[in-house]
Structures are given as C-alpha cells and as structure tokens.
C-alpha cells in the first residue's frame, strides 16, 4: 500500500487531468486511461477513501469493562 504523499499526488494528478478534460495519467511511469468522467470520479473516490484510511489513528488497544450494576 503507497503511503499519504503517494496517494494524494496520484489523486491531484488526476484531479488536474480530470478537470483539464484529459482521459489518460501517467504517474510513476504507467500510464491509465480512463473510458468516462464516471470512471475517474471512482478513482478519486476511491483514493480519498484509502487516504483516508492511511491518515486515520490506529486503535493498538481495546478496553472492556462491566459490571453487576450494585
């Protein structure tokens, strides 16, 4: 799995190319094309939510506790 800065600079590429009409990205010398709009939002889509997950805190531990209710 790439780390936070690899995945933002993939998702602003393709934001620019996105936004400049543009179908094809090149990053880190492979090249996609992409056959609609639609399909390019659900990549964008697809890298904020694997953003998302790589900058969210990781939980190492869980604590349970209960009680009788006395």
Known sequence: MANVPELEAM????L???F???RTVEYDGRRITYASDAEM??????LDRRIA????PRVNQV????SKGT
């Open 16 to 18: 620019k190319a996105r």
């Open 53 to 56: 997950a790589a900058s969210a």
């Open 11 to 14: 998702r602003d590429k393709l």
């Open 63 to 66: 604590r349970i506790s209960s």
């Open 41 to 46: 939002a659900a990549a964008l889509a697809d």
């Open 20 to 22: 400049a009409g543009v």
